[in-house]
C-alpha cells in the first residue's frame, strides 16, 4: 500500500505559479510510474500529467503541455507538479496518483486525497 499527501496548493492570480508537492508513505515509489490527476467542479476527473519510475520519461494533457513540469525525487519518495502560467480553467482538486498505466485512458491504483488549486482572474 502506498499513501500519498499532497501540499501546495491554494489560491493565485491567473498568471501565476504554484508548485504541488506529493509526499508518498507505506512503500518506495521507485518502481511506480507517477502522476497527477484534477478535478474541477462538475466535472469528471481528468488526467494531467505522468512521469515514469526514472523520471526520464514525461507526459503531458495538451491542456497543460509547456506551462506544467512534473518532476519527481525518489531518493526522497516525492513528486512534484510545477505550474507556470496559470489560468482560471486550470481551478480543481489536484491528485496525486501512484502505479498509473495508459489503458485507452490513464489509470492509477493509489490516490492521495486531493488538493485545491484556485486560479483567480
Known amino acids: 500500500q502506498v499513501q500519498l499527501v499532497e501540499s501546495g496548493g491554494g489560491l493565485v492570480q491567473a498568471g501565476g505559479s504554484l508548485r504541488l508537492s506529493c509526499a508518498a508513505a507505506?512503500?518506495?515509489?521507485?518502481?511506480?510510474?507517477m502522476g497527477w490527476f484534477r478535478q474541477a467542479s462538475g466535472k469528471e476527473r481528468e488526467f494531467v500529467a505522468a512521469?515514469?519510475?526514472?523520471?526520464?520519461?514525461?507526459y503531458y494533457a495538451d491542456s497543460v503541455k509547456g506551462r506544467f513540469t512534473i518532476s519527481r525525487d525518489n531518493a526522497k519518495n516525492m513528486v512534484y507538479l510545477q505550474m507556470n502560467g496559470l489560468k482560471p480553467e486550470d481551478t480543481a482538486v489536484y491528485y496525486c496518483a501512484a502505479d498509473l498505466r495508459l489503458v485507452n485512458i490513464w489509470r492509477a491504483d493509489y490516490w492521495g486525497q486531493g488538493i485545491q488549486v484556485t486560479v483567480s482572474s
Open positions: 512521469i515514469s519510475s526514472s523520471g526520464g520519461s514525461t
Open positions: 507505506g512503500r518506495t515509489i521507485r518502481s511506480y510510474r
